[in-house]
């Protein structure tokens, strides 16, 4: 089936539980969307809040960050930690006006290829749903304030210029 | 910013012990130097201009009748302390002068092994409340020239300092300002909020006077400096600024001691400390951790416990 809007979809996950079970969800045949595209961590603990940030501005319309459920980290505790980082990440993408409905966060094992299949064929449809994200793009190509002549006698300076 | 309501009448604020505190503080000062307690001594002295104030690191003991203390006190003296500022931790024991919000950026350092408790003496000063950025330095403190921070200041007695000095006047009820304007950006919606942050950062030129001042930006190497890979855009254009803000944010959510410093050097009248607010109110409501309260060796971010909430993660 053909849709207008094909979303970019950024996983951020980690590579002894998210990575083996999307990767089951491969070996078993499964499908699931083309949009989604995987960059695989040691583990969610390695996951900077940066990288989220670097991939909105990129123009990535949503991203997941997966890792193995609390208690499996392959480091004892990196999922844990990763945690309260987004926890409170997330609360300041709130804050600064981002919707959150955009950034997604899951415990994935090596054996749950279903479950990879299933919350990423949601994300995409959700994301599809909601349309691109601008809000970071579109800063990309906005002026600095001291370039905008929104002043009516600056411009008339510049026009004169 | 404008309060929501009408505009209150101006208040003069007593500073009559403000100079009991100068004359506490150049004493104390002086005994410690001379009684080579401590070989320095960070504290603040009169600026070139009228009633202005510049900090000032005194080793001999002569230079003790140099030191005041006023409403232009506005440095957070604490950042000489960290491990970043070489030059002055090679002079020995330090004694620093430090007002209530100080001492809670001081006790965040400790918890972070900047330095130890028994290698600093503290010399704590009562405060009514200083400047806000932009005042003429010697204009009295009234409720029109007070910082932000000092309208709703619960630090006025720095508990916990090896001595305190001045004395506290009775203090006027004035309205706190950055409580209501973080209230009325709570109650936006996300598309008001973001436009609201997006013309604030708009404004900002990159000069990096908030981390320069910022007590607990002590890192070598900024991740914000870094070339390959790059976080965040270097250059004062939109996009790079607002990565920067919230990687500022994001570092400093659960250190913030609320020293307000970022936003009174800010020449861009960027309200920072808006988020370092909203972070530390959000600390506080997931994982009930308050910076700066006492020196923690581990901060809400650098433990976990295995019952923390997970309601957002599937």
Redo the contacts between chains.
């Keep these: 089936m053909k849709h207008d809007f094909e979303p970019k979809i950024v996983a951020f996950v980690c590579t002894w539980c998210t990575y083996a079970g999307a990767d089951l969800a491969g070996t078993s045949r499964m499908l699931y969307p083309s949009n989604v595209r995987v960059v695989k961590f040691p583990c969610t603990g390695r996951i900077d809040p940066v990288f989220i940030l670097k991939a909105f501005q990129k123009g990535a319309d949503g991203i997941l960050v997966s890792g193995c459920h609390p208690g499996d980290c392959h480091y004892m505790a990196g999922n844990f930690h990763a945690r309260r980082r987004f926890a409170v990440f997330r609360k300041l993408l709130e804050f600064i006006g981002v919707d959150l409905n955009r950034l997604e966060f899951s415990w994935v094992s090596a054996a749950e290829g279903g479950k990879w299949v299933e919350i990423v064929t949601e994300l995409t449809e959700k994301i599809r749903s909601m349309g691109p994200l601008t809000q970071f793009t579109d800063l990309n190509d906005e002026e600095q304030w001291s370039g905008a002549l929104s002043n009516p006698e600056l411009k008339a300076v510049y026009d004169q210029v | 910013m404008k309060s929501t309501g009408k505009p209150e009448p101006t208040v003069t604020i007593d500073t009559s012990g403000y100079a009991v505190a100068t004359e506490e503080i150049r004493s104390e000062a002086k005994r410690l130097l001379l009684e080579k307690i401590v070989d320095a001594v960070v504290g603040y002295q009169s600026g070139r201009r009228k009633g202005s104030a510049v900090p000032v690191i005194i080793t001999d003991p002569a230079q003790a009748e140099q030191l005041v203390f006023s409403p232009a006190c506005v440095n957070n003296l604490s950042i000489y302390l960290t491990k970043a500022k070489k030059e002055i931790r090679a002079k020995g024991k330090l004694a620093v002068v430090a007002k209530g919000c100080d001492l809670r950026a001081l006790a965040g350092l400790m918890g972070e092994s900047q330095f130890k408790r028994e290698e600093v003496v503290i010399i704590g000063v009562t405060c009514a409340g200083v400047h806000s950025a932009g005042v003429q330095p010697n204009e009295p403190l009234t409720s029109a020239t007070i910082a932000k921070k000092c309208r709703e200041c619960s630090v006025h007695i720095p508990e916990g300092a090896d001595l305190i000095v001045g004395k506290l006047p009775l203090l006027p009820d004035l309205t706190p300002t950055e409580k209501e304007l973080l209230e009325k950006?709570?109650a936006m919606t996300?598309?008001?909020?973001?436009?609201?942050?997006?013309e604030q950062f708009?404004?900002c030129i990159r000069c990096l006077a908030c981390r320069q001042v910022c007590p607990f930006c002590y890192c070598e190497q900024c991740?914000c400096d870094r070339g390959r890979p790059q976080?965040?855009d270097t250059s004062?254009?939109?996009?790079g600024n607002?990565?920067w803000h919230?990687?500022r944010?994001?570092h400093l959510?659960?250190r913030c001691s609320g020293c307000a410093e970022c936003e009174r050097v800010c020449p861009m009248d960027i309200p920072l400390n808006l988020?370092n607010r909203?972070?530390a109110q959000?600390?506080k409501e997931?994982?009930q951790y308050e910076a700066g309260l006492t020196p923690q060796e581990k901060g809400?971010?650098?433990s976990?416990?295995?019952k923390?909430?997970?309601s957002?993660?599937?």
Aim: aromatic letters at 12%; charged letters at 30%.
């Design positions: 950006l709570d996300p598309g008001e909020r973001w436009e609201y942050w997006k708009t404004r991740l976080a965040v004062p254009r939109p996009s607002m990565g919230i990687v944010a994001m959510a659960g988020l909203k972070m959000e600390l997931l994982y809400p971010l650098t976990y416990d295995e923390d909430d997970q957002f993660i599937k």
